[in-house]
């Protein structure tokens, strides 16, 4: 599955080796007339739900499910923080974690969302650090880390409580989160 962010849509391609085609095309977001941009994209491990995040319109973007079977959404997006870009989600399928990307305006902290994917519900939303770009679980499910453009940073969010565990970086060595 890749994403065409200025196009609003959504490609499944297979790739046989030697050659790649496009499958299916699907149209993402609400509106035809705004770009909202499919952005993340992550896979569940039983590799049934395709979990999106579209990172512009309206002006947040929002959190999307899709059933791989026959590529149909399974609930209406969400609205996330401002402009959800890259997710990934627990090996168990139930959380997706969002970093909110921030674009516009004063640079502030921006926050991770979290999802909690059987309903479509946003659980929390942790503040972190200024334009997060990334977002990685560990194999085991209990920390998830994302990389901040604008603070030099790699945030630990431990994946029970959803609150910052720990901080990297430049500034922050020798420091506990």
Known sequence: YVGAESAD??????????????????????SPTELEGPHGLAI???????????GHGSPDGKYWRFDLGPDTLLAPGIFLGNFPASLDVTPDGLFAFVVNFNLHGRMLPSSVSVVYTPTTTEVA???????????????????????????DQLVEL?????????????????REG
Request: one cysteine or more.
């Open 44 to 54: 569940s491990g039983d590799g049934r739900v395709l979990h999106l995040t579209t």
């Open 125 to 151: 939303r942790t503040e972190t650090c200024t334009m997060p770009h990334g977002s990685r679980i560990t194999r085991d499910g209990r920390a998830q880390y994302s990389t901040y453009m604008m603070d």
């Open 158 to 174: 431990d994946t029970r409580s959803f609150e910052v565990a720990r901080r990297f970086g430049r500034w922050w060595k020798g």
């Open 9 to 30: 849509l959504l490609h499944r391609i297979r790739f046989d080796g030697m050659n790649a085609v496009v499958e299916r095309t699907i149209a993402v977001g609400q």
